[in-house]
């Protein structure tokens, strides 16, 4: 099976963001970068899906604004085959962000294009959808269950307190929800992945200009919560707590 | 300007953050010398206009045919398309559900723009829509501009007041011609999962539980809490990928985000990635027996000691109070 997954460099979650000056972004001094969480579980999908076919490759595609190839050499360790860098493009612009993809994803050959289902910076949820529709593809949005036969990709996808089942032809698009055929996690690099990760081939090309759809006026952190108290200590505190959600904070 | 909202039927039910969101494009059409419209795209749908026209939309578009019965993502994105072009708005509202956060994605790729998905606060400075929107599960907040018509938004459930303004609306048909690639990654079939009988992102009480409940076998100390409250219920990440909770319990940023009016932590400490979740939550109520928690910081209410005496306890004095 011939696979794609496109992965983003992202702040790892555990980041206490800053803003940076301007309040535009984030501060990015001692910032860790990371790959995507959900584009790891797509790779994740990916590298099983390939080895239960027995051949093919996992391709990582990655947009990049400054070219770094952090999050893809990660990709490479954690197995896949080769990566393709763009240097350009933009950020917390999903259509722009689409199209630069899409010029380079529409000159490659596979059986699933994977994404996770959105980036941990941006939280737009719209890359994958914009990318198939672009490549005109069709796509299954926050998959949780992906079976691939005779052609096509019988999946599952996640809605309020339930799933939806889509039965789509290959090629697809599909972006992956935590979970997906019980995978919370990818595997871990070998040393031998690792070391292998140095060597294998990465392919960096420059993205055309864009223009722009949104405009990021402000970036400010949220709103500090009012102090809070403890109310007390133990079961003696829990008539004093009720009283305070029925009279103070009117919840009840 | 006028608006544009797509209403979501679910089960036959028109769904209350549609109508939140109708409300609030009607207010901010207002101070844009506008008014909101509404689509209604589905099988058997027509009877909603009426309570779309009481929540303030003109005019309702109809799009109902036996193929829409369930979600349909390029059917829908081509159907919100059109009503856009016959009504001439300058914006397209959704609610920011599992459909609307497709559905927002497909209608912006169509109509060759980006949207701002899942925000919080509309705005109508200088004349000129924009809207806030939390990015970093929340750690930060945007403020976003739009560059091209129209504006496509997303707005997070459980957020904006549903109000009736006391209009009314009669159903317009809207015809659509569809081609075959318009149904290529239709829903075939829809199943409830066994658990999840109120959504957490749309509940307005949630009980959480971490590590501090010490095993899987001890869940039912926060179900009957939850009980007790009419609560959905979540998990921490800890508990989730120990196995004891599925993933669709967990809240954080690998999982959701809530914001209800009365959030409720057993035995969860407090990590940045779970108080990315839940920190909108208008109360937080914390019960763990780390006196130093990070949770505590968050909290507007904390008791500290054994969540196997409290929570008990606490679950039974509230039945009295409620009851009453």
Not at chain 1, 1 to 13: A, S
Not at chain 2, 17 to 45: F, Y
Not at chain 2, 253 to 273: D, E
Request: hydrophobic residues 45%; contains cysteine.
């Amino acid at each position: 099976m011939n696979l794609v997954v496109c992965l983003k460099r992202v702040p790892d979650t555990i980041t206490k963001i800053k803003i940076g000056p301007g309040a535009k972004g984030i501060d990015p001094q001692g910032v860790e970068f990371v790959v995507n969480p959900y584009d790891e579980l797509a790779i994740e999908a990916a590298l099983r899906l390939k080895e239960k076919a027995g051949s093919g490759e996992v391709v990582g595609v990655t947009l990049d604004p400054e070219g770094s190839d952090v999050a893809m050499r990660k990709a490479l360790a954690i197995g896949i085959d080769r990566g393709v860098i763009i240097k350009g493009g933009t950020n917390f612009d999903s259509y722009p962000v689409a199209e630069v993809l899409a010029g380079v994803l529409k000159t490659m050959k596979f059986d699933i294009l994977f994404f996770g289902k959105n980036a941990v910076d941006d939280d737009a949820y719209q890359v994958p959808t914009m990318v198939a529709h672009l490549l005109a593809l069709p796509r299954v949005t926050t998959c949780v269950a992906l079976e691939v036969e005779g052609g096509r990709a019988k999946c599952r996808r996640q809605i309020e307190g339930g799933e939806e089942s889509v039965d789509v032809p290959l090629p697809c698009v599909i972006s992956v929800q935590k979970g997906i055929n019980g995978i919370h996690d990818r595997r871990y690099p070998s040393v031998k992945g690792i070391m292998a990760a140095k060597t294998k081939p990465v392919q960096t090309v420059a993205a055309p200009a864009f223009e722009p759809r949104l405009e990021l006026l402000k970036m400010e952190l949220p709103p500090e919560r009012p102090p809070g108290r403890i109310v007390g200590r133990g079961v003696e505190a829990v008539p004093e707590l009720v009283r305070l959600l029925k009279e103070e904070a009117k919840v009840l | 300007m006028n608006i544009l909202v797509f209403a979501e039927v679910r089960d036959g039910k028109l769904k209350k953050s549609s109508l939140e969101t109708l409300s609030e494009a009607r207010r901010a059409a207002g101070k844009l010398g506008g008014q909101a419209a509404a689509v209604l795209v589905g099988e058997g749908v027509r009877a909603h206009a009426e309570a779309l026209g009481k929540h303030g939309a003109v005019r309702v578009f109809v799009v109902d045919q036996p193929r829409l019965k369930y979600y349909a993502p390029e059917a829908y994105a081509r159907a919100v398309a059109e009503a856009y072009q016959k009504h001439g708005s300058g914006a397209v509202f959704m609610a920011a559900t599992a459909m609307g956060r497709d559905l927002a994605a497909g209608v912006a790729a169509l109509l060759g723009t980006s949207a701002a998905t899942d925000c919080t606060g509309v705005l109508a400075d200088g004349g000129r829509l924009s809207v806030r929107r939390p990015v970093y599960a929340g750690k930060a907040y945007t403020t976003v501009g739009f560059r091209k018509s129209p504006a496509i938004v997303s707005l997070r459930p459980n957020v904006f007041a549903a109000e009736e303004s006391g209009g009314t609306s009669a159903a317009e048909d809207l015809a659509v011609t569809f081609e075959e690639a318009d149904f290529r990654s239709a829903v075939r079939d829809v199943a409830a999962t066994a658990q999840g009988k109120v959504e957490l992102t749309e509940a307005a009480v949630i009980v959480s539980g971490g590590r501090g409940l010490r095993g899987p076998e001890n869940f039912h100390v926060r179900d009957e809490l939850a009980a007790a409250l009419g609560a959905a219920v979540g998990a921490s990440r800890a508990v989730v990928d120990s196995g004891w909770r599925p993933h669709s319990e967990q809240v954080g940023q690998t999982g959701k985000t809530v914001a209800p009016n009365l959030y409720i932590a057993l035995g969860i400490s407090g990590a940045i990635q779970h108080l990315a979740g839940m920190r909108t939550s208008k109360v937080i109520v914390a019960i763990n027996k780390d006196p130093d928690a990070p949770i505590f910081k968050a909290a507007t209410y904390g008791i500290v000691g054994d969540v196997f005496e409290i929570v008990p306890a606490l679950t039974q004095h509230l039945k009295k109070v409620l009851a009453t």
